[in-house]
């Protein structure tokens, strides 16, 4: 195999093959085991983050398919305010007069409702017609909670009224919170939907 010249040759021979391997497997362990370790904690932080976000998600999903409402002992919930909450309608927000954009967003509102609100078919095969009240509050950041028929005309009306709000709060509409002293808080608002028969 190897030339019979001197023991010494053949022992730097293999010397010099296999200290490079060595070394050169060394290397590539320390970096296997460095890129290892970089990928665990690049994963871990991830891995945590999609843990944070998923838990945002779940908790803002509980709070928008609930009816459970917050406490309302433990807060304050306004019913006259500064400034009065403001439906999320299309192209409202651009005007920055509070007035206009308020006038906008109840235009946007009537049009919302009476485009999704159902007139109950024996409310129709009675005849009833009325108004009907349902109130909730607007949280300071925008979702609507504790959603209430305080006035019901009777045959299925109130509650006809009460699914259509129920219904802001499915398509994830965020209302413009109310504010008192220039901060964002709990207001109740009441809204009236008139049920009229032609």
């Known amino acids: 195999m190897f030339p019979s010249r001197s023991p010494y040759l053949r022992l730097s021979i293999l010397l010099g093959l296999f200290i490079p391997a060595f ?11 460095d890129h290892q370790e970089h990928k665990h904690r690049h994963y871990a932080h991830d891995h945590h983050e999609a843990a944070k976000i998923k838990a945002l998600e779940e908790r803002l999903q509980a709070l928008s398919a609930t009816d459970a409402p917050p406490s309302t002992e433990s807060r304050k919930v306004h019913k006259v305010v500064d400034q009065m909450p403001i439906f999320p309608g299309r192209n409202c927000g651009d005007q ?9 967003a109840d235009r ?29 509050i607007v949280e300071p950041h925008g979702v609507i909670t504790n959603i209430e028929v305080v006035r019901d005309p009777g045959s ?11 219904k802001m709060r499915k398509d994830n509409l965020r209302w413009e919170p109310g504010l008192h002293k220039g901060k964002p808080v ?7 939907v008139k049920f009229t028969l032609e």
């Open 23 to 33: 070394v050169g497997g060394l290397f590539l362990a320390f970096n296997t085991n």
């Open 96 to 104: 920055n007069d509070y007035k206009k954009r308020k006038q906008c």
């Open 108 to 136: 946007a509102m009537l049009e919302y409702i009476y485009k999704n609100v159902r007139y109950p078919k024996r409310a129709r095969d009675r005849n009833v017609s009325g108004m009907a009240v349902v109130s909730f």
């Open 156 to 166: 299925g009306l109130g509650e006809a009224a009460a699914k259509t709000v129920r």
């Open 186 to 192: 709990a207001v109740r608002f009441n809204l009236p």
